[in-house]
């Protein structure tokens, strides 16, 4: 899956989605949605339209792992509600009918 065209000093490479075009000492490598000039031994990184599908990829990711983690805190501030309350229920146990009725009278005292 190599194709190699020559026209003009042009010569253009593409194989597994690396391009190369070189005329006039200028050679373009564009690989993995990253483009890369080269002229005079320097070379620049150059943002390619193609960059539009990692940065979306990484949106996507960065929101699906802030989707999780808020789960992860509601989940987790679920459960201990849940441990208080059965704790507070614990404690409550013995907190029978006479104590109950006992605080009744006096809460009925006016006292």
Do not use: C, H, W
């Not at 802030?66 to 409550?92: D, H, I, K, N």
């Amino acid at each position: 899956n190599v194709t190699t065209v020559s026209s003009n000093n042009v010569t253009t490479v593409s194989s597994n989605n690396v391009t190369t075009v070189s005329s006039n000492n200028v050679t373009t490598v564009s690989s993995n949605n990253v483009t890369i000039v080269s002229s005079n031994n320097v070379t620049i990184p150059v943002v390619d339209v193609a960059g539009a599908a990692l940065t979306s990829q990484l949106v996507d990711t960065a929101s699906l792992l802030a989707v999780l983690l808020f789960g992860l805190l509601f989940f987790l501030v679920t459960v201990a509600v849940f441990v208080t309350q059965a704790y507070e229920s614990y404690r409550r146990k013995d907190y029978t009918q006479v104590d109950y009725l006992i605080n009744g009278m006096y809460s009925d005292s006016g006292v």
